[in-house]
């Protein structure tokens, strides 16, 4: 017997035709590149007109440099800081360009930027005394911008649409951990300013407290005339505590945990968080050890790893393997704690005895203007980061607000077509 045959009203519609599989992805832009763009605009602002003081109109045309002589006095050092140091710029125009701009004409664009910001900063030094504008420097940071830019042209595509490192940010972090992210970027280079403990971030309190110029201690003596008398007591005394690895223990795994469980916040469930925050707490290792290696070439680059510091490494970072496991709402609120805690005996321990001979060195070190930006950096991540995890948790908080209400509108919108029938 034959099948009867549909009416044809009822004869099925073909599926509809499916995208292909190998269909290149929609081009997109990048946020976090042009943020990252910004970012590092600002760090060479800063760099190249720190201290930002003593200018001074000497007279000379700010364009003077280009047809001055050549510098006297210059290194290799010099010069290969000068490239290096505008290639990540370069690198962020280009990326900062994608999808409008690609290929030669954004690689041209990051050498046309590179060199105006150079010729801006070194004209804006001709009025500081400390610093000298030269043709020589603009030179090498508009080849700087090229370099970067050239490289990481051919990959925009890649990096941007379908590279790997989108992938990976899409499978490990919440969508909301840009910020985040940009703060664990940050965290490595937070530690290469010699602090009073090994990650002894957080000190801002106990400059301020300590320098009687500060604008805060201004503020303070304005409103407690007797401040003086008891700023010199700031800290607990040596014979509280009497182990200064016991400090630094204290210190450095607080920073540590506070930092891991930061980090964990902003990472999806199924994230590798234990390889994660292992790369992070070596990269940070590692670049410590190279800058100062850079900064003094004489075998100290490991010199601030002390015993305390590597035993507070290891029992804390067993106590985050286990803490990773409790609830994310639990981490938040231990993240917040050690951080708390980390700033406060940062700001009221006692000072290390070699902390105030090793700071002096880095500031007459190589990366002279540099240092005072690291430093900054290790003051205020503890507060960045406390603030994204308060941020975080009201944003969970609204959330479950708003589903409890959309539930009990819901319960009430069944209820009255319950009574309606």
Same mark, same amino acid.
């Not at 503890?382 to 479950?400: C, D, H, K, T």
């Given at each position: $017997?034959?099948?009867?045959?549909?009416?044809?009203?009822?004869?099925?519609?073909?599926?509809?035709?499916?995208?292909?599989?190998?269909?290149?992805?929609?081009?997109?832009?990048?946020?976090?590149?042009?943020?990252?763009?910004?970012?590092?605009?600002?760090?060479?602002?800063?760099?190249?007109?720190?201290? =930002?003081?003593?200018?001074?109109?000497?007279?000379?045309?700010?364009?003077?440099?280009?047809?001055?002589?050549?510098?006297?006095?210059?290194?290799?050092?010099?010069?290969?800081?000068?490239?290096?140091?505008?290639?990540?710029?370069?690198?962020?125009?280009? /990326?900062?360009?994608?999808?409008?701009?690609?290929?030669?004409?954004?690689?041209?664009?990051?050498?046309?930027?590179?060199?105006?910001?150079?010729?801006? $900063?070194?004209?804006?030094?001709?009025?500081?005394?400390?610093?000298?504008?030269?043709?020589?420097?603009?030179?090498?940071?508009? /080849?700087?911008?090229?370099?970067?830019?050239?490289?990481?042209?051919?990959?925009?595509?890649?990096?941007?649409?379908?590279?790997?490192?989108?992938?990976?940010?899409?499978?490990? =972090?919440?969508?909301?951990?840009?910020?985040?992210?940009?703060?664990?970027?940050?965290?490595? =280079?937070?530690?290469? =300013?010699?602090?009073?403990?090994?990650?002894?971030?957080?000190?801002?309190?106990?400059?301020?407290?300590?320098?009687?110029?500060?604008?805060?201690?201004?503020?303070?003596?304005?409103?407690?005339?007797?401040?003086?008398?008891?700023?010199?007591?700031?800290?607990?005394?040596?014979?509280? $505590?009497?182990?200064?690895?016991?400090?630094?223990?204290?210190?450095?795994?607080?920073?540590?945990?506070?930092?891991?469980?930061?980090?964990?916040?902003? $990472?999806?469930?199924?994230?590798?968080?234990?390889?994660? /925050?292992?790369?992070?707490?070596?990269?940070?290792?590692?670049?410590?050890?190279?800058?100062?290696?850079?900064?003094?070439?004489?075998?100290?680059?490991?010199?601030?790893?002390?015993?305390?510091?590597?035993?507070?490494? /290891?029992?804390?970072?067993?106590?985050?393997?286990?803490?990773?496991?409790?609830?994310?709402?639990?981490?938040?609120?231990?993240?917040?704690?050690?951080?708390?805690?980390?700033?406060?005996?940062?700001?009221?321990?006692?000072?290390?005895?070699?902390?105030?001979?090793?700071?002096?060195?880095?500031?007459?070190?190589?990366?002279?203007?540099?240092?005072?930006?690291?430093?900054?950096?290790?003051?205020?991540?503890?507060?960045?980061?406390?603030?994204?995890?308060?941020?975080?948790?009201?944003?969970?908080?609204?959330?479950?607000?708003?589903?409890?209400?959309?539930?009990?509108?819901?319960?009430?919108?069944?209820?009255?077509?319950?009574?309606?029938?």
């Amino acid at each position: $017997m034959e099948p009867a045959t549909p009416p044809p009203s009822e004869t099925p519609r073909p599926p509809p035709e499916l995208p292909e599989l190998n269909e290149p992805p929609e081009p997109r832009h990048s946020p976090l590149a042009r943020v990252g763009l910004l970012c590092f605009t600002l760090l060479i602002v800063y760099a190249s007109l720190y201290p =930002f003081s003593g200018w001074t109109d000497n007279g000379i045309s700010p364009f003077a440099f280009l047809s001055a002589p050549k510098p006297r006095y210059i290194t290799e050092f010099d010069l290969l800081t000068n490239v290096l140091g505008y290639c990540p710029f370069g690198a962020l125009v280009v /990326l900062a360009l994608h999808p409008r701009v690609s290929g030669a004409r954004a690689t041209l664009i990051a050498l046309v930027a590179g060199a105006l910001l150079s010729a801006c $900063m070194e004209a804006f030094q001709t009025w500081l005394p400390s610093r000298i504008s030269s043709n020589i420097d603009l030179i090498t940071n508009a /080849l700087g911008a090229l370099l970067g830019g050239a490289v990481v042209a051919p990959f925009t595509a890649a990096l941007i649409d379908r590279g790997t490192l989108t992938r990976l940010r899409t499978a490990w =972090f919440e969508p909301h951990a840009s910020f985040a992210i940009i703060l664990l970027l940050l965290w490595p =280079f937070a530690q290469i =300013f010699p602090q009073e403990h090994l990650f002894g971030m957080g000190g801002i309190v106990r400059e301020w407290l300590t320098d009687p110029d500060s604008w805060p201690m201004q503020v303070l003596q304005a409103l407690l005339p007797s401040l003086e008398t008891w700023q010199d007591n700031i800290g607990l005394r040596p014979e509280d $505590m009497q182990s200064q690895q016991m400090l630094e223990t204290l210190v450095t795994a607080c920073s540590w945990l506070g930092t891991g469980l930061f980090a964990s916040i902003a $990472m999806r469930r199924h994230a590798p968080m234990l390889r994660i /925050l292992a790369g992070l707490l070596a990269a940070a290792l590692l670049i410590k050890a190279a800058v100062a290696e850079i900064q003094f070439p004489d075998g100290v680059a490991f010199n601030w790893l002390s015993e305390g510091g590597r035993f507070a490494l /290891l029992t804390s970072s067993l106590v985050l393997a286990l803490l990773l496991y409790v609830p994310r709402w639990l981490r938040a609120v231990l993240a917040m704690v050690a951080l708390v805690v980390l700033v406060v005996l940062t700001n009221v321990l006692p000072s290390n005895p070699y902390a105030w001979i090793s700071e002096q060195g880095w500031r007459m070190g190589r990366f002279v203007h540099f240092n005072s930006l690291a430093q900054w950096l290790g003051w205020l991540w503890p507060f960045m980061a406390f603030s994204y995890v308060i941020w975080r948790l009201e944003q969970v908080s609204l959330g479950r607000r708003a589903r409890r209400k959309a539930a009990a509108a819901r319960r009430r919108a069944a209820a009255t077509a319950g009574t309606q029938e």
